[in-house]
């Protein structure tokens, strides 16, 4: 059982990733133009676009938490409507915490928010598919034991790392931009 939960993983998370690679190198073939560095506003759309179809996709295929109740078709619209809105929330909430550690607020207000949405897409996205809109199944699983499975355990990763490295490869941007060649949004 345990094994097969693990491959289940382990799949999910290649074709995480593999959606990453592809959303960076099939733009180039349908978009003139396209690199990431020049037109970075349409890769953190299209990032987010391939991980949130992967992840729902995935979450419909594998199943790791299968419902042992049936639920009606308005009870699945109710809980589809509150993941959008937690999501929604998430974003603005990144976005808020993105602004307060020093991101502009009015000059690339575009550009902060959909930086939040990409993070709210690795983060609370995956933790929106796997548990739902249920705040005590959020709270069981990021408490310190809380845990049950590989699939929580997975997600406690998934979403501590992609923080961090949000955090990690924010970090070091303040410290010397007013170099020549680190200018390269003017240049494009």
Not at 36 to 47: N, S
Not at 91 to 109: K, T
Not at 136 to 154: E, L, T
């Amino acid at each position: 059982m345990k094994d097969t939960e693990i491959k289940k993983l382990l799949f999910a998370h290649i074709f995480c990733v593999v959606s990453i690679i592809l959303s960076t190198v099939v733009p180039s073939f349908f978009l003139e133009n396209f690199s990431v560095l020049g037109t970075h506003l349409t890769w953190l759309c299209i990032c987010s676009a391939c991980v949130t179809t992967v992840n729902i996709f995935l979450y419909i295929i594998v199943k790791p938490n299968p419902s042992s109740k049936r639920s009606s078709f308005a009870h699945k619209i109710s809980r589809f409507l509150k993941c959008c809105i937690y999501f929604f929330m998430s974003c603005i909430v990144f976005h808020g915490i993105i602004v307060l550690y020093g991101a502009p607020l009015i000059e690339s207000v575009l550009e902060t928010f959909l930086f939040a949405v990409l993070l709210s897409t690795f983060t609370t996205l995956n933790c929106l598919c796997m548990l739902g809109p249920n705040i005590q199944a959020w709270i069981r699983v990021f408490s310190k034991n809380g845990a049950m499975s590989i699939w929580d355990n997975s997600l406690q990763i998934t979403t501590m790392c992609s923080i961090v490295g949000a955090w990690l490869g924010a970090f070091p941007i303040p410290l010397d931009w007013d170099r020549p060649w680190q200018n390269f949004c003017s240049e494009v």
